[in-house]
């Protein structure tokens, strides 16, 4: 019975759509761990409602980690939920909104839903087109805030140079809006040198024009959902009786296992094995699609989970009919307009994160047949 | 130095403001070992994202529990997220809704923020008025669902009638709307014989006119933050879809955890403990009000966390002005006129879930001196 119609089925999907780390390299062993020992130093904490701003000793480690007073520190369920409380606090409808043009597709969707009026702006291999932003301004854009993934975009995994950060923040000034720094991936760094924050470069607790946000997801792992947000006190303060007004508290039993897994033993060496084996797969994934896929444009990351692949402009591409075949052979990719509002036909987002190393090559093998299968 | 003004700072306080378990009643030990079992037993469910409905064997496991299929329950982080999406899905501005009168104070707020037209309607010591609601119905009143917190109520710890669960039932199905049973506290009943949810008496899996939510605060613990929601599919799938949106999935560690824990072998003991010590308290503040305040009527519940006090009316009292008088005596209540839109200076509300037995008759005691020196 070879080549019977079941064969397809019984080879394993490869997936790089999520953005998310295989199991295998999270640290179960070391989070168990954890959450005992949080369990055991603060029952009460972990175990009552807690308020709004968050597991108060895991509120004061991010603030040290930032270098401001606690209360520009909000934890939240996750840094989603941050987006959600800052969009819902400073988007009205009809306001001017500037993103990175490609951009995460849950944020374009956040911020449609609030009625905002979006400016996407070109991402470049260095970041944002300031200069871009800059035109927008003068002809008379005036945004309330720009949303802004500084490290590893995602989908792009490209990274805003230090001269675009400092030019960001000059606009922001001279014309009064929010920068928001969405900066998830800023810890899963594999090569290259770290950059200042733009919060940092504003002058952290001095900060006025600068709202940041991360999570640990990517360091710790998803499923304890905590993030938050590090920002001016008076909006701190505005989004910490909006999230009373809608859960109380953030869970106090993730963020107590979270806090005693940063502080622990184990956290350094977890981060490295996490960073080492991102680096293998973009390796892999790199040479893959050297390989396979040779007409493909694309720019190795520095970190992060993402790269963000181009088809040559001109020769048709539908990426809606790629991704299906794609699909039909057992790899599953994000279309790039899903990132947009208009375009992205000829490419494409994959996430390496959730890919063991051995199946990466594969997956490009697939890929490049649904391709080549889409075109005929 | 006896009768320094320290003297005073030196009396721990004793409140009856916050609805919450004191610590020696939350089980730690086996949320401890929950933990451990969840982390060894599903590493890649607990640390993964997930998906909106929450942690897919605790979703089983409720809809069991209800005897409904499991694509009618979502899980959130903690019920009045769950709350919140519901009113976010349903309560346009200018909608009509109607609540119980007094309801819980974060009820009104969530409403009153999303521009409810709001109907509160008098609550009896056998739970809302139906008929009440019925008069409105006549006059034309078309609302959009009725809060309701059927089980020891969230002020005033009554609970509503089978008649009137069947009567207020017969009104939503000739008026076509939705009764938001909100039911936090019917499992930490310790006197009296339950009654059925009204979710059940509509039919369950077949009923249309109900949304039911609930909680592992009051049996688990609230640090664990996890709430849920049984309803209509279409109308879970609208929330799913908005969950998904704000914040991805909820906290999967948290919820692995209370799997682990309303499976295991300690949790039936530890909610008969916690069952135990709700019945002593109220028993112990049944008493000390007799004694010490012989004015007050109240009506003795048979479960959940509060008891609603008035004083006779025509007495000219002023609770915030008690309130005050009582903190400074060491004492802390809510007063009543934050359970309604007009009203309540006569009535206060004192939760007993964290006051330990040996503190209740004292706390009584300072109470009934701050009613004494506000009426002075």
Redesign the interface.
Known sequence: MSGSPTTRAQVPTISFA?G?PS?DI?D?EG??QA??TA??ND????????TAVGYVPLRSWIAEQHGVPTDHVLVT??S??AD?FLFDELVRPGAAVITERPTYD?TL??LK?RGADLHLVTLEEDGLDVEEVAALLRDGVRPTLAHVIPNFQNPAGYTLSLAKRRRLLELAHSHDFVVFEDDPYVDVRFSGEPLPRMLELDGGADSAHVVYASSF?KTV?????VGYLVGPPAIIERIRVRAT??????????Q??VYEYVRGPRFPGALERVKNALAERVGLLDAALREHLPQATFRRPEGGYFLWVSLPEGEGHDVARIAAEAAARGVVIVPGTDFLLEGGENAFRLAYSGVQAEDVDEGVRRLAAAIAAARG
């Open positions: 999520r998310a199991t999270v179960v989070l168990k959450a005992v369990f055991d029952p009460a904490g972990l175990t009552g409602y807690g369920n996750g989603m939920q959600a849950r969707l956040g839903a997801s792992c998803p499923g304890i959902r007004n809608t859960y109380i508290a953030p869970n106090m039993v993730a107590g296992t």
